[in-house]
């Protein structure tokens, strides 16, 4: 069982830059693939960033290539997503992922665990 609180969201200006966290609770923290993905209004929910158990690989949709980066650090049970050049088609609420099994992937209905979404809001 892994529990999930993210933290981070706020309004910035386009340009600017947030850093999103994902604290863990639970021993399988360290052995599951995590994931970012974000929804916005009327929309579906959508891949962001993916980042294997060991953080030795990482995945980005084209959208955010570049610009965002994802990590982990296992001893703290903490994930994150730095988020630089913000656009106002990056708002939306972000939500982080954890699956048990299977490898990283960007399929949101592969993922075990969800925490309850941290709102990021880019004015132009």
């Known amino acids: 069982q892994v529990k999930l609180v993210e933290s981070g969201g706020g309004l910035v200006q386009a340009g600017g830059s947030l850093r999103l966290s994902c604290a863990a609770s639970?021993?399988?923290?360290?052995?599951?693939?995590m994931g970012w993905f974000r929804q916005a209004p009327g929309k579906e929910r959508e891949f962001v960033a993916t980042?294997?158990?060991?953080?030795?690989?990482?995945y980005y949709a084209d959208s955010v290539k570049g610009r965002f980066t994802i990590s982990r650090d296992n001893a703290k049970n903490t994930m994150l997503l730095q988020m630089n050049s913000l656009k106002p088609e990056d708002t939306a609420v972000y939500y982080c992922?954890?699956?048990?099994?299977?490898?990283?992937?960007?399929?949101?209905?592969?993922?075990?665990?969800w925490g309850q979404g941290t709102q990021v809001t880019v004015s132009s």
């Open positions: 992922a954890a699956r048990k099994r299977g490898g990283p992937s960007s399929r949101p209905y592969e993922y075990n665990y």
């Open positions: 639970g021993s399988t923290f360290s052995s599951a693939d």
């Open positions: 980042i294997t158990w060991s953080g030795g690989n990482t």
